[in-house]
């Protein structure tokens, strides 16, 4: 199977943190590509019409994304349980999933905005960013508990990636500060070794 891939992207993160989990990273092929929202690359074309990372090309030609379609497809090949299939589990993975997901998309066209010229930002936009990043951390810190106890899936996965991302891009926000249960949980999860593979900080080729 190829992966389009490339190692500072949150998705491609998550789902190669599923991969490593699920103990099916090395059945991927990562072919390095470049993708950018105003140059959209031929090459990912071929295979997703959306020239987003992450893509991925199964062996009988079938093309999978986006990166929670390919993580659920990863976790059938495993049969594994990083995707509850009932119960209060299920709509905690499939909620923090979404709340982690939603926010990367956010945290991304924030960091759009932000790398705009004065003239060019719209402050209103980034006011409206800022503002969902905080309630989302403030949801996510009155949830820490639950977090701690919940089973590794999706959900907890996602929120680790997005807090990864936070830390990679938007260090002087400071979330710690904000949410110091929730950077209690994400530590733990920081140091698995599959979090620990796939750090954004690393110089991954
Ligand atoms: N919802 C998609 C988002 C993927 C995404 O936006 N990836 C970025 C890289 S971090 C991308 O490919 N951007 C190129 C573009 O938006 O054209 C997923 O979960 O896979």
Redesign the pocket.
């Known amino acids: 199977m190829q992966l389009h891939w490339?190692p500072k992207?949150?998705?491609?993160r998550?789902v190669m943190v599923c991969a490593l989990e699920l103990g099916v990273a090395d059945r991927l092929t990562r072919v390095r590509s470049v993708?950018?929202?105003l140059r959209?690359n031929p090459d990912i074309m071929r295979d997703n019409p959306?020239?987003?990372?992450?893509t991925l090309v199964l062996d009988d030609g079938m093309r999978l994304?986006?990166?929670?379609v390919i993580c659920e497809y990863l976790n059938d090949l495993a049969e594994g349980s990083l995707f509850p299939t009932r119960g209060q589990a299920k709509w905690d993975a499939l909620r923090w999933h979404a709340l982690g997901?939603g926010m990367l998309?956010a945290l991304?066209l924030w960091r759009n905005e932000r790398e705009r010229t004065d003239a060019q930002r719209l402050e209103a936009l980034v006011d409206a960013f800022s503002l969902k990043f905080a309630n989302t951390l403030a949801v996510l810190e009155a949830e820490a508990p639950a977090l701690a106890a919940a089973p590794l899936s999706i959900g907890t996965i996602t929120v680790g990636c997005m807090l990864g991302y936070a830390d990679f891009r938007f260090d002087a926000e400071a979330w710690r500060t904000r949410a110091p249960a929730l950077a209690d949980w994400y530590a733990t999860l920081a140091a698995r070794p599959s979090f620990q593979a796939t750090s954004p900080d690393l110089d991954l080729k």
């Open positions: 490339s992207s949150p998705y491609v998550k993708a950018a929202m959209p959306l020239s987003k990372i992450p994304f986006d990166s929670v997901d998309d991304i």
